[in-house]
C-alpha cells in the first residue's frame, strides 16, 4: 500500500518487456504463497529480520505466523486494541517479490503467463510471444480495508457498471464488471481489518474467494482463479457485541493466530522508543515511569479486561510529557529566565496524561466518576516501583537533609532547572543517583533537574519526604513532620 504523495517507484530497464523475452530470461511462475514462502525462507537462511519493527512477538505470534506462510494458509489475527495486528499485516509486504510481471494494462494484474479474463486470454492468443508486459511494485500488490457495516459485496468483490452497459454492451458480457478491491489486488496480499464489523450477509460473499478462489456477481458465474493470500484481523469475540465472524467463514481461515500486548517491561519499553515521537526528550527513567503506568493500567481490576489497554497508551503518554517540557521551555522563556530552557520532561509532567489519557481506557461501569482518581494512583504506583527499582540500595540521606530545619524545596510545571538546582545545591550521592537513572557523568541542568525531582517525588511515595501542592501549582517538598 503506498503513502499518500508516495513517488511510485521505477522499474529497472533491463527488466522484459514482452512475454517472449520473459521466457527467454528463465522466469518462472510462482503464486503469492509460493512467493511468500520462498521469500521467507531465504531471509531465514541469510538471518534478516523478517518482520522489521515488530516487537515483542518474536518468541509467540512470529512462529505462528511463518508457520501459516510457510503452510500456504491464509489467516486471521485475533487480538484486543493497540497490539500491532495492522503493523504485522503490513509486514508481509516485504516478503512479496520487489518486481513481477503483469499483462500490460491487466486490471487484475494478470500473469503473462496465466492470463485469467476472458480479454486478457485472447489478447495473451492474438499477440503470443509479443504480448506486452509490464512491472509491478510490491508496494502495489498490498490491498487493504476497514470492515464497515456500510460496506458492500460491490466493494469487495465487484458489480455490474451501468455506465459501460449504457455504453452498449450486452448485460452479459463480462466486460460489464466493475472488479471490487479483492480481485484487483489479484498476486498481492489483501486484508480486511476488523472483520467481524463486516454485515454477516457480506462475510458470505468471501466464502467462495477464501476456499475456491473464484468469484460471482450479479448472476454472472465467472471462474477467475484468484491468487492472493486474504488475512483479517478481529478483536476476540467476547468482547466486541458489534458482530462477530461467520463460523463457515472462520472455518476457512487456515491459522487463527492470536496476538497480546508486551509481556514484559523491557518489551513496552522497547515499543515506545520505537513508536514515540516527543517533542521534547524524555529521560529514560521518565519512560519506564510510563511503560509500568501502562502495564498497571493494563492489568487493573478497575478496568474492562476485554476492551485492553492499547500500546498507543504508553507512546502517547511519553509525547505528552514530551509536550509539557516543550511548553515549559516555551513560558520560561517569555518570562525573565536569561537563558532558555531546553525541553526536558520531569517526572511532575507526567501528571497531566491522567486527564489527557482517561478516553483511551474503559473502566468497569462501577468506577464511573473516578476515573482520574484511579490513574494517578496507579501513575504514582509506577513511579514509586520505578524509584525502587532504579535506586534501591543508594543512600539518599543528602536528599532528605535538604528539607531539614523547616526548609523546603520548591519544583512545579513552570519552576526553571536553574530555580531547582539553585535550592538544591551541592547534595552528597547526587552524582550516583543521576548515574543510576541513565543521565551519564555530564547531564545538563535540565537532566539534572529532571533527576532531582524523581528522587523527590520518590522519596515522598516511599513516605521519607512530605509533599503539598500549592494553589500557584507549585510543588512544594519538605519534611514529613
Known amino acids: 500500500m503506498t503513502e499518500p504523495n508516495q513517488v511510485l517507484p521505477v522499474p529497472p530497464v533491463n527488466?522484459?518487456?514482452?512475454?517472449?523475452e520473459l521466457r527467454a530470461a528463465g522466469h518462472r511462475h510462482r503464486t503469492v504463497k509460493q512467493e511468500l514462502r520462498d521469500?521467507?525462507?531465504?531471509?531465514?537462511?541469510?538471518?534478516?529480520?523478517?518482520?522489521?519493527?515488530?516487537?515483542?512477538?518474536?518468541?509467540?505470534?512470529?512462529?505462528?505466523?511463518?508457520?501459516?506462510?510457510?503452510?500456504?494458509?491464509?489467516?486471521?489475527?485475533l487480538g484486543e486494541r493497540g497490539q500491532g495486528k495492522t503493523r504485522l499485516i503490513r509486514s508481509l509486504a516485504a516478503l512479496l517479490d520487489e518486481w513481477t510481471p503483469v499483462i500490460a494494462g491487466s486490471v487484475l494484474n494478470e500473469h503473462p503467463m496465466r492470463p485469467l479474463t476472458p480479454a486478457s486470454r485472447a489478447l495473451a492468443e492474438s499477440a503470443g510471444d509479443d504480448l506486452p508486459v509490464a512491472w509491478l511494485h510490491r508496494s502495489l500488490r498490498y490491498g487493504e480495508k476497514l470492515a464497515t457495516p456500510d460496506t458492500s459485496v460491490g466493494d469487495l468483490i465487484g458489480d455490474v457498471d451501468?455506465?459501460?452497459?449504457?455504453?452498449?454492451?450486452?448485460?452479459?458480457?463480462?466486460?460489464?464488471?466493475?472488479?471490487?478491491?479483492?480481485?484487483?489486488t489479484n498476486r498481492g496480499i489483501f486484508a480486511i481489518n476488523e472483520l467481524p464489523d463486516l454485515a454477516e450477509r457480506i462475510q458470505v460473499a468471501l466464502l467462495?474467494?477464501?476456499?475456491?478462489?473464484?468469484?460471482?456477481?450479479?448472476?454472472?458465474?465467472?471462474r477467475l482463479p484468484l491468487d492472493l493470500f486474504l488475512v483479517a484481523s478481529a478483536n476476540p469475540e467476547d468482547y466486541t457485541n458489534r458482530g462477530r465472524i461467520i463460523t463457515p467463514l472462520r472455518d476457512r481461515f487456515g491459522a487463527e493466530v492470536h496476538t497480546h500486548y508486551p509481556l514484559e517491561l523491557e518489551l513496552e519499553l522497547a515499543l515506545i522508543r520505537q513508536e514515540a515521537d516527543p517533542v521534547g526528550e524524555v529521560p529514560e527513567h521518565v519512560l519506564e515511569v510510563l511503560a509500568r503506568f501502562a502495564r498497571a493500567v493494563r492489568e487493573s481490576p478497575s478496568v474492562d479486561q476485554r476492551s485492553g489497554v492499547s500500546a498507543r497508551f504508553a507512546i502517547a503518554a511519553a509525547e505528552t510529557v514530551g509536550a509539557a517540557a516543550l511548553r515549559r521551555s516555551g513560558l520560561l522563556a517569555a518570562g525573565s529566565e536569561p537563558a532558555s530552557e531546553a525541553p526536558v520532561a520531569r517526572i511532575g509532567d507526567a501528571v497531566s496524561v491522567t486527564s489527557t489519557l482517561r478516553g483511551k481506557v474503559e473502566f468497569e461501569s462501577g468506577e464511573e466518576g473516578?476515573?482520574?482518581?484511579?490513574?494517578?494512583h496507579l501513575l504514582r504506583?509506577?513511579?514509586?516501583?520505578?524509584?525502587r527499582a532504579r535506586l534501591a540500595g543508594l543512600d539518599l540521606s543528602g536528599f532528605t537533609a535538604l528539607v531539614d530545619d523547616e526548609r523546603v524545596v520548591e519544583t512545579g510545571e513552570l519552576v526553571?532547572?536553574?530555580?531547582?538546582?539553585?535550592?538544591v545545591g551541592t547534595v552528597p550521592g547526587?552524582?550516583?543517583?543521576?548515574?543510576?537513572?541513565?543521565?551519564?557523568?555530564?547531564?545538563?541542568?535540565?537532566?539534572?533537574?529532571?533527576?532531582?525531582?524523581?528522587?523527590?517525588?520518590?522519596?515522598?511515595?516511599?513516605?521519607r519526604l512530605g509533599k503539598d501542592v500549592t494553589d500557584s501549582g507549585r510543588t512544594v517538598y519538605g519534611s514529613r513532620g
Open 430 to 463: 547526587l552524582a550516583k543517583a543521576l548515574d543510576r537513572l541513565g543521565l551519564g557523568d555530564a547531564p545538563t541542568p535540565e537532566q539534572a533537574a529532571a533527576g532531582v525531582e524523581f528522587v523527590l517525588e520518590g522519596l515522598h511515595l516511599t513516605r
Open 370 to 376: 473516578r476515573e482520574i482518581e484511579l490513574l494517578a
Open 416 to 423: 526553571s532547572s536553574a530555580e531547582l538546582l539553585r535550592q
Open 208 to 222: 467462495n474467494v477464501l476456499e475456491e478462489r473464484d468469484i460471482q456477481i450479479r448472476g454472472y458465474q465467472l
Open 381 to 387: 504506583t509506577a513511579t514509586a516501583d520505578t524509584f
Open 15 to 20: 527488466l522484459p518487456a514482452t512475454l517472449g
Open 39 to 77: 521469500n521467507l525462507l531465504a531471509r531465514m537462511h541469510t538471518g534478516e529480520d523478517r518482520f522489521p519493527g515488530i516487537v515483542g512477538y518474536d518468541d509467540t505470534v512470529l512462529p505462528e505466523v511463518e508457520r501459516a506462510l510457510l503452510a500456504g494458509h491464509d489467516m486471521v489475527l
Open 162 to 184: 451501468p455506465i459501460r452497459i449504457a455504453q452498449g454492451r450486452t448485460l452479459g458480457d463480462p466486460e460489464t464488471i466493475h472488479f471490487g478491491l479483492v480481485p484487483r
